[in-house]
């Protein structure tokens, strides 16, 4: 977040939008520059840039202009560090109200959604269950699961409500993605190790990885949150893992001294895999390998297990 006030030029660069937009959100729905000096234009403070980037999200994500610049009017101030007040405005009376975005997925997404703001955890674990026996994993994720719960941190990140619904659904989808990894369990040693960056806490990506690795018959190990990059080395010695995935949520989880030390371990691993929105491609060590998406993170780790099998039986 910025600490100084910006033209509208500045702030249309910024979110990727036109300025003919920034005057029609100003217009029509009250989300204008707030900070005037006499003789000069008006420009944007940080308050003002905080909501439009709620407006463009929340619109990015299906949702009606009107209704997004009503969640961003409402959106907590930043603090002077540019955190979120903890403030919470809830204009239904509820925790978090009103409904989750999931931009365009289906009919299954939405009723999934609806279920969530029911808390209703029998629909929500049947929903779960019924697509991933039709679809699979990794369908199941990126056309149900991933656009729900991205909707549910807009709405969170809007409000700072949603937490019941978010902890509800988050133990629903882990609930369903172990059944689905239990069901198949694969053969052979575990040649894939799986593992979120140091002080990472945000797992669900990491076991959607985790189940459907084992629909496809890869074994894996699975490490969980917040491993410190020692015991991760010291893991990587241990067993000798064909490819190691490490999963950064955030930016400040995504330390690239983490990757550096898994290639300069003994037993360095063939594949390196950088998975997550934390991870920046530019900061990338040589040789770490940054997968576009659950698919592809999937037949990587498939593919460098192959190899290594195949090279051990010639």
Do not use: F
């Amino acid at each position: 977040m910025v600490d100084e006030a910006l033209s509208a030029g500045a702030v249309a660069r910024r979110l990727g939008v036109a300025v003919t937009t920034l005057r029609t959100w100003h217009q029509r729905y009250g989300l204008g520059p707030s900070e005037h000096i006499p003789g000069h234009h008006r420009r944007y403070t940080p308050t003002d840039l905080a909501r439009l980037e709620i407006m463009r999200r929340l619109t990015a994500e299906g949702v009606s202009p009107a209704e997004a610049a009503r969640w961003a009017r409402q959106a907590p101030d930043p603090t002077p560090n540019g955190t979120v007040a903890p403030t919470r405005i809830h204009p239904t009376g509820r925790d978090g109200g009103g409904t989750i975005p999931v931009g365009r997925a289906g009919p299954a997404a939405r009723g999934l959604a609806r279920a969530a703001m029911r808390l209703d955890a029998a629909a929500i674990s049947e929903t779960i269950a019924h697509a991933l026996a039709a679809s699979g994993v990794v369908a199941t994720w990126e056309g149900l699961l991933r656009p729900v719960l991205t909707g549910i941190g807009e709405r969170h990140a809007a409000t700072a409500g949603l937490i019941d619904v978010e902890h509800l659904v988050s133990r629903c989808v882990s609930e369903a993605l172990a059944a689905a990894s239990r069901a198949k369990v694969p053969t052979g040693p575990a040649r894939i190790l799986l593992s979120c960056a140091d002080e990472e806490q945000h797992t669900l990506p990491l076991e959607a990885l985790a189940a459907a690795l084992a629909e496809a018959g890869v074994s894996y190990r699975m490490l969980g949150a917040r491993v410190p990059v020692a015991a991760l080395v010291e893991a990587v010695n241990r067993t000798g893992p064909a490819a190691v995935v490490l999963w950064s949520h955030t930016r400040a989880t995504a330390d690239p001294v983490q990757l550096s030390a898994l290639l300069a371990a003994p037993r360095r691993p063939l594949l390196v895999l950088a998975a997550g929105p934390g991870w920046r491609a530019d900061t990338l060590p040589a040789g770490v390998v940054r997968p576009v998406d659950l698919a592809e993170a999937v037949s990587l780790s498939a593919a460098v297990r192959d190899s290594l099998d195949q090279s051990r039986r010639d």
